[in-house]
DNA sequence: CCTGCTACCTGATGGC
DNA sequence: TGCCATCAGGTAGCAG
């Protein structure tokens, strides 16, 4: 549930399911979900406690506790998942037939939320605060909120010499965009991936910055619609290709100027773009 | 400090 | 069919 877009849409429906909800019981079924934190530690520190509100920060999801601070990041492929009951949970966690794969699971006062990552890159970790997280303290501007502003954005810009791709996957400057919405900015702001940063103009920067608070806005606007499902373990967000113009769309035109779209490596990363009118 | 590269995992897909 | 290589929406950790 990678990048921004895709992880304030699960935020927005999670929220009414859990906030206010006591966490009655935790269930770690693959420790390595909580590495480098002991699921036992965590265990102890989210039994019982109550979930005050759920925010998030970049690519995080915060669930913010009466004590405590409970972070979950999806990585690559990380999801949430939701059961009716304990009872629901244990009949279809894990089993061999038709089993769904949960890592994490916290059992409410009503309901379960389960945290899934069959290739077990996501991660749930549990902290005295936020400024107790080193993850949260490094993050930069969230690309969603309103202090995301041209001018900001235009001064972390100019401040790096890095090419524009590598620098808008950078969460340190920018937090939320990861490589879809990186390249599908650079293609609407007609800009050059490899371009370095501190090179562009003033324009060039208040073009990228509207191309990216665009891009996100359609994003997470397809994302809500329709809305996550948490409860099919299968449900993932839907029609999100219609929406892209560059990425996943190697050598077919380019949507502007009909130059065949190419795939290149960047940071041991794709990048799509168009070689004739990103500049 | 900054930057670039690899490791971390599992599953899907396509060529032979 | 099977086998192998490659790819996947992310980031921590490390060397230079």
């Not at 005050?52 to 009466?66: N, T």
Request: charged share 25%.
């Amino acid at each position: 549930m990678p990048e921004l877009p895709e992880v304030e849409a699960v935020v927005r429906t999670l929220r009414p399911l859990v906030q206010g909800r006591k966490i009655r019981c935790v269930h770690i079924f693959h420790p390595i979900a909580t590495k480098p934190q002991a699921p036992s530690h965590v265990a102890r520190q989210v039994q019982g406690r109550r979930i005050r509100f759920v925010d998030r920060k970049g690519k995080y999801v915060l669930l913010v506790l009466d004590r405590g601070l409970l972070t979950m990041h999806f990585r690559l492929d990380g999801q949430l998942l939701w059961f009716s009951n304990g009872k629901e949970l244990l009949q279809r966690a894990n089993q061999r037939e038709n089993g769904v794969h949960v890592d994490v699971a916290l059992e409410l006062d009503k309901g379960v939320l389960g945290f899934a990552d069959r290739r077990h890159f996501g991660r749930i970790h549990i902290w005295e605060s936020a400024n107790d997280c080193p993850d949260l303290s490094g993050l930069g501007i969230d690309a969603l909120w309103r202090d995301f502003t041209s001018s900001r954005f235009t001064e972390t810009l100019l401040a790096s010499k890095r090419p524009l791709k590598n620098f808008l996957l950078d969460q340190s400057r920018v937090a939320g965009i990861g490589n879809i919405y990186s390249c599908e900015s650079l293609w609407y702001a007609g800009l050059n991936p490899r371009r370095r940063a501190n090179t562009l103009k003033p324009q060039e920067a208040r073009r990228l910055h509207k191309a990216i608070v665009s891009v996100l806005a359609r994003a997470l606007e397809c994302c809500l619609h329709p809305a996550p499902d948490f409860r099919d373990p299968e449900w993932w967000f839907q029609g999100l290709e219609n929406i892209l113009r560059a990425y996943g769309r190697e050598g077919k035109p380019c949507r502007r100027c009909g130059e065949p779209i190419r795939r290149i490596a960047q940071g041991g990363r794709s990048t799509y773009c168009c070689g004739r009118c990103q500049k």
